[in-house]
């Protein structure tokens, strides 16, 4: 009988080269969504600048897909206050993040 090796999680494979970390950090950062987060917090910041106070203080970015920014307010009476004002709230947001390409607001009612 022949004595089996030990398996490891961490077995090297004669095929696995080395991987720098600069090669596969932005593939990760894609693939967990880091590079969103710190979007979304700057976007954040731009939005509570381009709305102003009361809404600035009472909503925030919660999200940015295919050049929809979603919008958290906390309660349905904002999102038909800001509603009268999108296309001016568009308008601004798109002249201060235009490498975001934003094409639409969606107001979202999130407690």
């Known amino acids: 009988m022949r004595p089996t090796k ?3 999680a961490f077995s090297a494979s004669p095929k696995v080269g080395v991987v ?3 090669d ?3 593939q990760l950062i894609t693939k967990y969504g ?3 987060q710190r979007n979304i917090e700057q976007i954040t910041r731009i939005w509570r600048e381009t709305v102003g106070e009361p809404y600035g203080s009472v909503t925030r ?13 906390p309660h349905h ?3 038909q206050e800001l509603s009268f004002r999108q296309s001016e709230l568009l308008a601004g947001i798109q ?4 490498e975001e390409k934003i094409k639409r607001i ?5 407690n």
């Open 6 to 8: 030990k398996k490891t």
């Open 20 to 22: 720098h970390v600069a």
């Open 24 to 26: 596969i950090l932005p």
């Open 34 to 36: 880091l590079q969103n």
């Open 61 to 73: 970015a919660v999200g940015l897909k295919s050049g929809t920014l979603e919008i958290a307010v």
């Open 77 to 79: 009476a904002f999102v």
């Open 95 to 98: 002249t201060a993040l235009a």
């Open 106 to 110: 969606k107001f979202v009612v999130a």
